[in-house]
T-cell receptor, first 110, second 111 residues
């Protein structure tokens, strides 16, 4: 089975940097995804890691350590519009199925 | 390119009633997923289709939930009869090349 843990809520200040952690225990691993979900909207894809290391995409970066079952999403130069839930999801070995964590609700304050 | 379409966007029903949701995936996407997302939680996979065949429905409560994708394109998810705990957003996603694209969801409230 799959078990994915991430903090329930985080608060940060506009312009700052925030790191959202995700730990996972899975029976199979074929990649880790981060999605952003604004309230009342569909999840939208942010980043994907399948090999160890850091993937950078503008203000957003994601890191993966497969040996530790650990990932983080790093958001730089926070903007008010970054207030949303951030979902960590692991893809198993079969069928491209994703197992999601509970999501981290990020609140950005002025 | 049009995204994943879902309807209705909102539905309010009383417990023990029936409800159906519709999903039209992105054109050419063979794989379709239905997720249930309870408020404050991450999406939970209910069923995965590959064309018109079921790949995984291990988390679908089959005593009350059913889903079909008869022609390998559109899909419907039905709940009969609904319970209070079925109140959630039902998300449809389709995928190509391993990337999943989500629709806007249907928010179901069971009273």
């Amino acid at each position: 089975g799959q078990n994915i843990d991430q903090p329930t809520e985080m608060t940060a200040t506009e312009g700052a940097i925030v790191q959202i952690n995700c730990t996972y225990q899975t029976s199979g691993f074929n990649g880790l995804f981060w999605y952003q979900q604004h309230a009342g909207e569909a999840p939208t894809f942010l980043s994907y890691n399948v090999l160890d290391g850091l993937e950078e995409k503008g203000r957003f970066s994601s890191f993966l350590s497969r040996s530790k079952g650990y990932s983080y999403l790093l958001l730089k130069e926070l903007q008010m519009k970054d207030s949303a839930s951030y979902l960590c999801a692991v893809r198993g070995n079969a069928g491209n199925m994703l197992t999601f964590g509970g999501g981290t609700r990020l609140m950005v304050k002025p | 390119e049009a995204g994943v379409a879902q309807s209705p966007r909102y539905k309010i029903i009383e417990k023990r009633q029936s409800v159906a949701f519709w999903c039209n995936p992105i054109s050419g996407h063979a794989t379709l997923y239905w997720y249930q997302q309870i408020l404050g939680q991450g999406p939970k996979l209910l069923i995965q289709f590959q064309n018109n065949g079921v790949v995984d429905d291990s988390q679908l409560p089959k005593d009350r939930f059913s889903a079909e994708r008869l022609k390998g394109v559109d899909s419907t998810l039905k709940i009969q009869p609904a319970k209070l705990e079925d109140s959630a957003v039902y998300l449809c996603a389709s995928s190509f090349g391993g990337w999943q694209y989500f629709g806007p969801g249907t928010r179901l409230t069971v009273t």
